[in-house]
């Protein structure tokens, strides 16, 4: 019996989606974009493969944080596309699959924000603008965050070593930001690896825990507060002195936005 889904997509010149003949699906190897390294599709163009999967994974982390992985449809998923569900099986071959970009697409915003958050000389900043970074990604997309919490263990063994590995690229970021301070004499020999997880853990926990940090402080003191804690436990007497002057930096800096004159709206 002839398959009922549709041949894969193809891009014609004006950018407009027409119809092939179903082919044999393949995957794009070399290609370091979401999940092309172990996730197939029917879809030989690597720009609308990524383009496609971008939605899907948008689609699909939305709805899979709020109603969870096994209550979530692939046709919902594909209605809040805006296109079908046979569609969707052209980029993922089955509803782990579209959990698998999901949770890539969750940790790429994270990578994504530390390597754009703007770039310092000052190393104990250099740590601070990465944990900050990592706590506003999390504050954005809350119920995103907790996607990865609720949802991996849903996943085949081979998408959950494919997840460890992004998280501990991602991660990275993070460590060698510690690894600089430790190198320039400001923290104390420590495990990178696990202070680097206690750091991310921090951030995770703004987004489990919101229900009562929420109420008790503001993001930006709930950052300041975590970076504080981190630095006094790692801290070497030359680093004392290079955290004493982030800290007056910092109230300089605080004084200035307060002293900025505030432009008003005029009245009509």
Same mark, same amino acid.
């Given at each position: 019996?002839?398959?009922?889904?549709?041949?894969?997509?193809?891009?014609?010149? *004006? *950018?407009?989606?027409?119809?092939?003949?179903?082919?044999?699906?393949?995957?794009?190897?070399?290609?370091?974009?979401?999940?092309?390294?172990?996730?197939?599709?029917?879809?030989?163009?690597?720009?609308?493969? =990524?383009?496609?999967?971008? =939605?899907?994974?948008?689609?699909?982390?939305?709805?899979?944080?709020?109603?969870?992985?096994?209550?979530?449809?692939?046709?919902?998923?594909?209605?809040?596309?805006?296109?079908? +569900?046979?569609? /969707?099986?052209?980029?993922?071959?089955?509803? @782990?699959?579209?959990?698998?970009?999901?949770?890539?697409?969750?940790?790429?915003?994270? %990578?994504?924000?530390? @390597?754009? &958050?703007?770039?310092?000389?000052?190393?104990?900043?250099?740590?601070?603008?990465?944990?900050?970074?990592?706590?506003?990604?999390?504050? =954005?997309?809350?119920?995103? &965050?907790?996607?990865?919490? %609720?949802?991996?263990?849903?996943?085949?063994?081979?998408?959950?070593?494919?997840?460890?590995?992004? @998280? /501990?690229?991602?991660?990275?970021? /993070?460590? $060698?930001?510690?690894?600089?301070?430790?190198?320039?004499?400001?923290? %104390?020999?420590?495990? $990178?690896?696990? $202070?680097?997880?206690?750091?991310?853990?921090?951030?995770?926990?703004? +987004?489990?825990?919101?229900? !009562?940090?929420?109420?008790? /402080?503001?993001?930006?003191?709930?950052?300041?507060?975590?970076?504080?804690?981190?630095?006094?436990?790692? $801290?070497?007497? !030359?680093? !004392?002195?290079?955290?004493?002057?982030?800290?007056?930096?910092?109230?300089?800096?605080? !004084?200035?936005?307060?002293?900025?004159? %505030?432009?008003?709206?005029?009245?009509?």
């Amino acid at each position: 019996m002839p398959s009922t889904r549709p041949g894969p997509e193809t891009k014609t010149r *004006d *950018d407009t989606v027409t119809r092939q003949p179903a082919a044999s699906k393949d995957t794009a190897k070399g290609h370091a974009d979401l999940g092309v390294e172990v996730v197939k599709s029917q879809v030989a163009d690597a720009e609308l493969v =990524q383009r496609r999967r971008e =939605q899907i994974a948008a689609a699909a982390a939305e709805l899979f944080s709020k109603d969870g992985f096994y209550r979530t449809t692939v046709q919902q998923i594909a209605r809040k596309c805006g296109f079908s +569900s046979g569609l /969707i099986y052209q980029y993922a071959e089955t509803k @782990e699959d579209v959990l698998l970009l999901a949770l890539l697409h969750v940790m790429s915003r994270f %990578r994504r924000e530390i @390597e754009q &958050a703007h770039e310092v000389s000052d190393l104990l900043e250099r740590v601070f603008v990465a944990l900050d970074a990592y706590c506003r990604v999390v504050d =954005q997309f809350k119920a995103a &965050a907790m996607l990865a919490y %609720r949802s991996t263990m849903s996943l085949p063994l081979e998408y959950r070593s494919h997840i460890k590995n992004a @998280e /501990i690229a991602t991660n990275e970021l /993070i460590a $060698v930001r510690v690894r600089d301070c430790i190198d320039a004499g400001l923290f %104390r020999k420590v495990n $990178v690896d696990l $202070v680097t997880y206690q750091l991310v853990l921090h951030a995770h926990a703004w +987004s489990l825990k919101y229900w !009562r940090f929420g109420k008790l /402080i503001s993001l930006e003191d709930y950052v300041a507060h975590g970076f504080d804690m981190f630095v006094q436990a790692l $801290v070497t007497e !030359r680093g !004392r002195q290079a955290y004493e002057g982030f800290l007056a930096a910092r109230k300089t800096v605080a !004084r200035s936005k307060q002293k900025a004159p %505030r432009t008003r709206t005029p009245s009509v």
